[in-house]
């Protein structure tokens, strides 16, 4: 929340001094840099010069070089113009501006530019608009200010101890400067190169003055020296003149005195003659020695330019080593991959172990059941056939059940009707009864024929002596039922007992019948009862009633006699169902040994299947799980390839970075060592600290190679175990009464022997080319690290020579320049 205030400050400061080309409304108009440029180049008009495309996009990697080159002039200014060098606050992310905008990074870029605006020549400029904002933004942007200047100030205070703090804390085996420490460098190195080429100017400069002065005194020099000839010569001219005016003795004073004033003349001119020689000598020397530091001036120069074109490739190389440092970290994650592969690997080989035991018992236990084979068929058979009786039995008697319930049914009816019929008869002989008692004349007898005669056809139509032939025909067979029954056999009992229940069941529906005729018979005898009392007439009556008492006698005879039969016939179909029910337990006894044995057999057998189903289950789960688990495989093993073709090619670009990085790395610590020699303890250090780590880490690389060896050859033994134990399982003789339960198993056990040895061959060729990929790894360590050692050796034999084209290129042109 702070974050967002500050920058919502910042953003309407921003609009209140007019200097944006187009008005900021969210953070996000800050992140590529351009409007931070115009408030600079607003600032400072020399040291910022105004961007010439203005149009990024979305593209962060242009807003990323802007903030770059902005981040590198505001160092600058700090260093040279406030003298606050910046490199104590730490850097600021500019990649988490460019690409999501970053609030905490963006206000520290804010506070800087701010900061900048405040402490500037034009500060009254800036700072009145601060004043016509609203408080809360007047608050927030003195806390901006304040905080970086208390940033400042304490660094300056805390710096010494900062430092003795991190370089005790620093642990001997630790990695080289990260991302953010080499960002710093460089800027540090474009910092110092940027015034190392202000010292050169200003030293061409000297340079150029001086040549003017020293060409004056040259020219002076040759004034002075044709005077002196020409003194020289007057000398000569008076010296003949006194030689002709001592020969003629004429004017010898004059001429004294005009020769002292000569030589007096000669002296100063002498005097002034040596000191334009002393002054000519010394403006040589100057001229020397501004040639010569024209000279380190011009090497410095091209250096800095080497240096400058290293610059962009040390930020490649560092992009590159993060890559590499991924693509380690990826390896690490690979390696825990293999790690957990293997603890599957030995997890299947313990259910191998285990499934490998259960076959040998199931095989013993066929073996053992094997012997028993023949008697289990024959068990078998018998058990098939004892099955069918045994359903056709059990059918047979819910027939005979569901029709001893009908009868039973049957039989309530009829005795229901029976006793409904009794009562109809006592009602009857109740109103015989009453007609004899009173006495009714002969009219109220009916005088037609018809219903005379109708009653008695009624009464001849029930046939008695048919019901007796069939009692008698029923008792005989139950007799001969009950003589057969004493000398046969238990089936042939049974068959027999079947049959009289039958007979009973047909003889059933035959007295049913019969009762049904009997009961309509009186029916309409109780309908010619009733016809007496409306007929006329006494003569009829006598006879009528004789005949009517006769009749109904006989009838209940009848009916006395056929309840005394169905009453035997029950008891006779309750004997027979009792010995019915004798005959099948004397059956269900039969064989029971037998029985009881095909139980057992049976119960042993489903045991067994179950058993035999549950295995296979199992197999099956495991050969899913084997299949899952080489389908995984498959897919990392082809990862594993991909990733080892890229690593392939990035250890390639690694070697050559590497020998770029190395050959730049002397060219860096010579450069430094000829532009600061009170730096060139540091710079060793710091090679050598590299080196250490590149030590340590080949060392670190080689123990895990070993202990990856180490495993790799316990997977070897434990892969030719099991081999073995393959190779014994699957050489064992194979019976040739095996169940097709355990042919499936063993054809499944083969699958799995085979897909084992395919897995262990693939594994085989990832462990190689994993061993292959270490080798070369080391290899190119190794080789990294004696050619650091070789280059070092070599910087410190040679002098520095640059090595890149535009470096030659610089340097032919200076030589030019000079000569001309």
């Known amino acids: 929340m702070a974050d967002q205030a500050a920058l919502a400050a910042f953003i ?3 609009n209140a001094i007019k200097v944006a080309s187009k008005p900021v409304k969210h953070a996000a108009d800050l992140s590529n840099g351009i409007v931070l440029f115009e408030i600079c180049h607003d600032i400072d008009a020399k040291r910022f010069k105004l961007l010439q495309s203005t149009d990024m996009g979305d593209n962060w990697v242009l807003k990323v070089n802007n903030l770059k080159k902005l981040y590198r002039l505001i160092m600058v200014y700090y260093e040279e113009v406030l003298d606050q060098p910046l490199q104590r606050l730490g850097s600021v992310n500019l990649n988490a501006i460019a690409r999501e905008a970053n609030a905490p990074e963006l206000v520290r870029l804010c506070k800087l530019v701010l900061l900048m605006a405040v402490q500037s020549t034009k500060n009254v400029k800036y700072v009145q608009p601060i004043e016509s904002l609203p408080p809360d933004t007047q608050v927030s942007m003195m806390r901006m200010v304040e905080s970086i200047t208390e940033r400042l100030n304490g660094a300056d205070t805390t710096d010494s101890a900062h430092g003795a703090a991190t370089t005790a ?16 460098r460089l800027l540090a190195l474009e910092a110092e190169l940027s015034r190392l080429f202000a010292e050169k100017q200003e030293a061409d400069r000297q340079v150029q003055r001086l040549t003017e002065d020293n060409a004056d005194y040259v020219t002076r020099y040759e004034e002075l020296m044709v005077d002196n000839q020409d003194v ?67 090497a410095t120069a091209s250096e800095a330019a080497r240096l400058r074109d290293q610059l962009q490739e040390y930020r490649h190389a560092a992009e590159k080593l993060q890559k590499t440092e991924h693509v380690i970290e990826k390896y690490k994650k690979k390696l825990e991959d293999s790690a957990d592969l293997r603890r599957q690997f030995k997890h299947l080989e313990e259910q191998n172990t285990q499934l490998v035991a259960r076959n040998q018992a199931l095989e013993d236990e066929y073996r053992k059941v094997s012997q028993f084979k023949p008697l289990m068929d024959t068990y078998k058979d018998q058990i098939a056939t004892l099955e069918s009786k045994h359903n056709l039995a059990n059918l047979k008697n819910s027939d005979l059940e569901h029709e001893l319930k009908q009868t039973r049914d049957r039989l309530s009816a009829l005795e229901q009707e029976r006793q409904e019929n009794h009562e109809q008869i ?5 109103n015989l009864r009453e007609l004899e008692l009173t006495g009714l004349s002969m009219a109220e007898v009916p005088s037609s024929p018809v219903a005379a005669t109708s009653l008695g056809n009624a009464l001849a139509e029930g046939n008695v002596f048919e019901l007796k032939a069939k009692v008698a025909r029923l008792e005989n067979d139950l007799r001969n039922a009950r003589r057969s029954r004493e000398g046969a056999d238990p089936s042939q009992k049974v068959v027999l007992l079947e049959n009289l229940l039958d007979d009973a069941q047909r003889s059933k529906a035959k007295f049913e019948a019969d009762y049904l005729k ?33 009749r109904l006698n006989d009838s209940a005879e009848e009916l006395s006699q056929l309840r005394a039969r169905l009453a035997e016939t029950e008891v006779q179909l309750e004997q027979v169902t009792k010995e019915l029910t004798v005959a099948r337990s004397d059956l269900n006894m039969v064989n029971q040994d037998q029985r009881q044995a095909l139980d057992s057999l049976k119960l042993q057998s489903g045991a067994d299947l179950a058993a035999l189903k549950q295995e296979h289950e199992l197999l099956q789960s495991w050969y899913n799980d084997l299949e899952a688990g080489a389908k995984d495989k498959e897919a990392r093993i082809s990862r594993l390839l991909t990733e080892k073709d890229q690593l392939q090619q990035e250890s390639i670009q690694n070697k050559d970075l590497l020998l770029e990085k190395e050959r730049a790395n002397s060219e860096l610590k010579e450069a430094l ?81 085979r897909e084992l040895d395919t897995l262990k061959h693939e594994f085989t060729t990832h462990v190689q080319t994993a061993n292959r990929e270490y080798r070369h790894l080391l290899s190119a360590w190794y080789n990294a690290g004696n050619q650091i050692f070789q280059l070092q050796q070599r910087a410190a034999r040679t002098p520095h020579t640059p090595s890149s084209w535009m470096a030659h290129q610089r340097n032919g042109l200076s030589i030019k320049l000079q000569r001309q």
């Open 673 to 753: 060592i000829n532009l600061r020699g009170k730096d060139q303890g540091e710079e060793v250090e710091f090679l050598k600290a590299q080196l250490v780590d590149l030590h340590q880490d080949k060392s670190r690389m080689q123990q895990e190679i070993l202990q990856y060896e180490i495993r790799t050859k316990k997977l070897r033994t434990l892969i030719a175990n099991q081999e073995e134990a393959l190779k014994e399982s699957k050489g064992r003789p194979q019976e040739s009464d095996y169940t097709e339960a355990i042919g499936s198993l063993k054809q499944a056990l083969q699958s799995k022997a």
């Open 232 to 298: 020289h010569s007057k000398l000569k001219d008076a010296e003949r003149a006194l030689a002709r005016v001592d020969q003629s003795g004429k004017a010898d004073f004059l001429l004294k005195t005009e020769i002292d004033h000569l030589k007096q003349d000669l002296e100063k001119a002498e005097a002034r003659s040596h000191a334009a020689e002393s002054l000519v000598n010394e403006q040589t020397q100057a001229i020397t020695d501004l040639n010569r530091r024209l000279e380190d001036s011009a």
């Open 426 to 430: 006592t009602s009857l002989e109740d």
């Open 518 to 550: 009997a009961h309509q018979r009186i029916l309409v005898l109780e309908a010619e009862l009733k016809q007496p009392r409306s007929a006329d007439g006494n003569g009829g009556r006598d006879d009528l009633t004789l005949d009517l008492r006769t």
């Open 169 to 184: 804390a620093e642990p001997d085996g630790e990695h080289s400067l990260t991302s953010g420490h080499q960002e710093q």
């Open 12 to 14: 309407q400061w921003a």
